[in-house]
């Protein structure tokens, strides 16, 4: 079984915001997966299958710097390994439309990543990272994060959307080196 968990914050104050690309991905990945969110202590859920392999779509209802709290009470419900925990997040540091898959490594400042590592005590987990960036001269990190996308970068978040849903499809199906391969084409 694998878990894809996307980073984000609850509510709608935060719902179209660059830090909640993980929830939009796992979102979207719902729909075509045609399955329904339940509730659970820290996180929703969604169980289904992405051809014939089982996973679970899954967003904490924390906020993106307690995220590994709701990763460890994913973890005592589903019988994941860390290494079959695929992260979906926002990163500040990779272009706009720019995604990368890594699987192993620092949390690069991202408050959410530093979260799961500290609470799960690896950094051994994949981490599907999606370009937010570059952060504007003299902007703070934090406002920028929270911002919606302007209007003309909607086509660009949108393919990136869909590049990283079929990303998750090669990760479950195919294997992490597939999907790394698919994901770091221009």
């Known amino acids: 079984m694998y878990a894809i968990l996307g980073l984000g914050n609850p509510g709608e104050l935060y719902h179209r915001t660059r ?6 991905v796992v979102d979207h990945l719902a729909v075509q997966l045609k399955i329904e969110w339940e509730e659970a202590d820290l996180y929703l859920f ?3 299958r992405i051809e014939e392999v089982p996973v679970v779509l899954v967003k904490p209802t924390t906020f993106v710097n307690r995220s590994g709290l709701a990763a460890l009470r994913l973890k005592q419900r589903f019988p994941v390994s860390t290494e079959e925990l695929l ?10 439309g720019k995604t990368r898959l890594r699987l192993e490594g620092s949390d690069g400042g991202h408050k959410g990543l530093a979260s799961l590592i500290w609470n799960l005590c690896s950094d051994q987990f994949p981490r599907l990272r999606l370009g937010i960036g570059p952060l504007p001269e003299e902007t703070d990190l934090t406002e920028f994060v929270l911002r919606e996308f302007r209007a003309e970068e909607l086509p660009v978040v949108n393919t990136m959307v869909s590049r990283a849903i079929e990303g998750i499809r090669l990760f479950v199906c195919s294997g992490a080196e597939q999907a790394r391969e698919f994901l770091s084409q221009p």
């Open 87 to 96: 992260v979906v997040s926002d990163d500040v540091n990779l272009p706009l």
């Open 46 to 48: 969604a169980p289904g």
């Open 19 to 24: 830090h909640n690309l993980g929830f939009t």
